[in-house]
């Protein structure tokens, strides 16, 4: 029996108490499947990032169940979920959270110390991941000796060196121009059209646009998850 690689029951998240609750999510069914390239939008305050932060197991519902390649991970322990994170789960933000001191192959590297992968494998898989990416040639080159661009194609690639069934990337082309931003759209298209799932939280309909399916989430609910993208810009403008 096939099974959604995302699958939210009811998911609620609440934060504080009292006259302080707030309601980030408010009883979300939402269900993304194996392959698939969304986006996720909505605007401040909807609750986007908290579905992403769930999604990437980097927080946990209130109530309900969230299965993530068919396992329920809403109550796993702290280790197993790290465990799941590393191993099922590629992450890209907007800042590109590199070590300074690491050259981009050593960035690369340490999803994989963390997963205990041998030293000679670290390496092969790292070179390999930064040439997906267009970076053969920068391999060696520390953070602030490459473009924004570069940079982010350095995270994009230790994202991806996991092996990782979903990538996950929150507002990834907020800090670059136009042109890198086609550059890195274009990436991620190539990965999603080799079998990685990719979720992309973002503010700009252009963005949205390149993905297949728009989630739009707004006052913690969704809103409509089946939006096509030339359906993005009119809805964006009311909010």
């Not at 698939?36 to 609750?47: T, V």
Request: glycine share 8%; with cysteine.
């Amino acid at each position: 029996m096939t099974h959604p690689l995302i699958e939210f029951r009811h998911v609620r998240k609440v934060y504080g108490a009292g006259n302080t609750e707030v309601h980030a999510l408010w009883d979300v069914d939402l269900r993304i499947e194996t392959g698939e390239y969304c986006a996720i939008m909505g605007p401040s305050g909807s609750g986007k990032s908290t579905a992403m932060n769930v999604i990437g197991c980097l927080d946990r519902p209130s109530a309900g169940d969230y299965y993530l390649d068919g396992q329920n991970v809403a109550t796993l322990d702290d280790d197993t979920l790290a465990h799941v994170r590393n191993r099922k789960i590629g992450f890209v933000f907007q800042q590109f959270h590199l070590l300074p001191q690491l050259t981009a192959q050593e960035n690369v590297e340490l999803p994989m110390v963390y997963a205990s992968v041998p030293a000679a494998e670290r390496h092969q898989r790292a070179q390999e991941a930064l040439r997906r990416v267009g970076l053969g040639d920068r391999m060696q080159n520390r953070p602030n000796q490459l473009s924004g661009g570069q940079q982010q194609r350095v995270a994009i690639a230790r994202a991806i060196v996991n092996r990782p069934l979903l990538l996950l990337a929150d507002e990834p082309t907020g800090a670059l121009d136009s042109r890198t931003t086609q550059d890195v759209l274009d990436i991620f298209s190539e990965l999603n059209a080799s079998g990685i799932t990719v979720v992309m939280v973002t503010h700009e309909p252009e963005v949205a646009r390149t993905t297949r399916r728009v989630v739009w989430f707004r006052d913690g609910q969704v809103l409509n998850d089946h939006l096509s993208p030339d359906e993005v810009g009119q809805l964006a403008t009311v909010g």
